[in-house]
């Protein structure tokens, strides 16, 4: 059965909207927030609040001015994943994983024409990119492929793979993929494809009832391609995968799990002033309150010290391969995940039953169910296992300012 497009009318493209960034993002949230219970209860892409993205010209912020874009840095993209995830979790890492495709896409593309028209496109249309990295056995093995791409004596290529999740991907305009090389090229000699809508067919595998996150509605599907081989990134995937996918992936979806931290610490704290209201003292979670403004806070600062660390490498190869930057990176994503977990539940406890019961205004169900789903994307353990050889012959740091 082939995966249905959402049923939503294409947005013309146009003029750059007057209003700033941030009034358009706060625009996007309000829509977001409003919808996100409702997105969540049925499982269902959050259609409203990206048709509130693609009419505020969301999707193409970080392209280059030059090809339609507004330019913006990792920074600032962050900063909208992290509002985003506030209002909707579902919402916010879609959003994320768009722009984490757009980077891979721009900062790899080199000179490559038919790339820098998917891009100009992307900004005209609003198109929505899908990312196809798990494959298979290999799961959540990103650094392997089974897949092959075939190349055709016409220029063209064909690719098909089962792919164990494909987030969105009956709404996206697009998919980027990873892939083996060639038929003969080993797992992990792989390339990055991008493909638009008319390039692909979707057949789906497997649904999406799952936990948490429900609105990404990351179902499983067949991916059969046919496409220009100039769709095919010119750098060596190992290259993309380094220095922008997963520094990019770390630090937007931290930014997600940070924002949905920060919306649960915000219930807590209006239930706690409401209690102090009524009753005139305060509530027995109060001091899981406090305990969730203080995690929230390191969260914050280790993300914001990790983007900072990324915006002043990000440029420099050698900087990028190093073990200090990969050992920063991982442990973010690592970190990040496991302190917006423990500051949903540190808010949770604030609230008590109020938090608990899903029919309250004071409830963190949804919130604790979405950010449950940050350690197992790309599982923590995997993360920590892969560095554990690298950092063994690593000296311990003889003082604080080391």
């Known amino acids: 059965m082939e995966a249905q497009q959402v049923a939503e009318p294409r947005l013309p493209g146009g003029a750059t909207p007057t209003e700033d960034l941030p009034t358009r993002v706060k625009t996007v949230a309000d829509v977001a927030a409003d919808h996100a219970i409702a997105v969540d209860s049925a499982a269902r892409f959050p259609a409203e609040a990206f048709h509130a993205i693609k009419a505020r010209r969301l999707l193409g912020i970080q392209v280059p001015k030059a090809l339609g874009g507004e330019g913006v840095g990792i920074g600032e993209v962050a900063?909208?994943?992290?509002?985003?995830?506030?209002?909707?979790?579902?919402?916010?890492?879609?959003?994320?994983?768009?722009?984490?495709?757009?980077?891979?896409?721009?900062?790899?593309?080199?000179?490559?024409?038919?790339?820098?028209?998917?891009?100009?496109?992307?900004?005209?249309e609003q198109l929505l990119l899908a990312s196809s990295t798990t494959e298979g056995q290999g799961g959540g093995n990103i650094r392997s492929s089974e897949a092959p791409v075939e190349h055709r004596e016409d220029g063209r290529i064909t690719l098909e793979r089962k792919a164990s999740v494909i987030s969105y991907g009956a709404y996206?305009?697009?998919?980027v993929t990873t892939a083996r090389r060639a038929a003969d090229a080993a797992a992990s000699d792989q390339v990055l494809v991008t493909l638009l809508k008319?390039?692909?067919?979707?057949?789906?595998l497997q649904g999406w009832d799952a936990l948490g996150m429900r609105g990404t509605y990351s179902e499983g599907y067949t991916l059969k391609a046919s496409a220009s081989a100039e769709q095919i990134l010119p750098e060596p995937y190992e290259n993309i995968h380094a220095r922008t996918m997963v520094p990019f992936a770390h630090l937007l979806w931290g930014s997600v799990w940070t924002g949905i931290a920060a919306s649960a610490t915000a219930q807590a704290q209006a239930f706690v002033r409401n209690a102090m209201r009524r009753g005139g003292q305060l509530p027995p979670g109060a001091p899981q309150f406090t305990r969730a403004l203080a995690t929230l806070r390191t969260l914050r600062g280790m993300l914001t010290d990790s983007l900072r660390r990324y915006e002043q490498c990000m440029n420099d190869p050698q900087a990028l391969a190093g073990l200090d930057f990969q050992t920063l990176i991982a442990v973010t994503k690592v970190e990040a995940s496991e302190l917006a977990a423990q500051t949903v539940m540190h808010a949770l406890r604030a609230c008590g039953l109020s938090g608990y019961r899903n029919d309250s205004e004071y409830s963190i169900g949804r919130h604790l169910r979405d950010v449950l789903s940050a350690p197992v994307m790309i599982n923590n353990d995997r993360i920590l296992a892969n560095l554990a050889m690298p950092v063994l012959m690593s000296p311990m740091a003889a003082s604080l300012h080391d």
């Open 198 to 204: 008319s390039d692909y067919t979707l057949t789906r």
């Open 172 to 175: 996206a305009d697009g998919v």
């Open 79 to 124: 900063d909208v994943c992290y509002q985003l995830g506030q209002a909707c979790g579902s919402t916010g890492m879609i959003f994320a994983m768009h722009q984490i495709k757009v980077a891979c896409v721009m900062r790899h593309m080199g000179e490559n024409a038919t790339l820098q028209q998917i891009l100009r496109r992307l900004c005209a």
